[in-house]
Every structure is written in C-alpha cells, then in structure tokens.
C-alpha cells in the first residue's frame, strides 16, 4: 500500500449493522475514503484503490462482511 492510504483499512465491528450507518462511522473516522453502500452479488471491479471502502449489505441493507479498503 502507498503512504496515502488511511491506517485503519478493516471495520469488522460494523458487520451486522445497518449499510448506511456503517458508511457514516467509515467516513467518520477516515476523512480521506469514499464508502458506498453495495447489495451483496453485484458485480465491481477488481482494482484497488485505498481511497474506497465497500460496504457489501443483503436485501434488508444489514452489513454481511468486514467493510475494508479497496
């Protein structure tokens, strides 16, 4: 990883909770990433980027993985 990327890059705590909720405490305490709020299954890219965190969420938008960087 290069020295821009955040040093927190994992939130297990968050596993469970509700997407957008998760997404507000992620850009919280790190200013400098984007988190997005992803229906689990749905295709992305494969690139990484330390600037992002998905939140990969089920159909009722709980949290159903560790959010982390990428």
Do not use: H, Q
């Amino acid at each position: 990883m290069s020295s821009t990327c955040p040093p927190k890059n994992a939130w297990p705590e968050l596993r469970g909770t509700n997407g957008d909720f998760a997404v507000s405490v992620i850009e919280r305490e790190n200013t400098r990433v984007d988190a997005v709020v992803i229906l689990e299954g749905s295709p992305v890219t494969t690139d990484f980027r330390c600037d992002r965190v998905r939140v990969f969420v089920n159909r009722y938008r709980i949290v159903v993985g560790v959010p982390t960087t990428g």
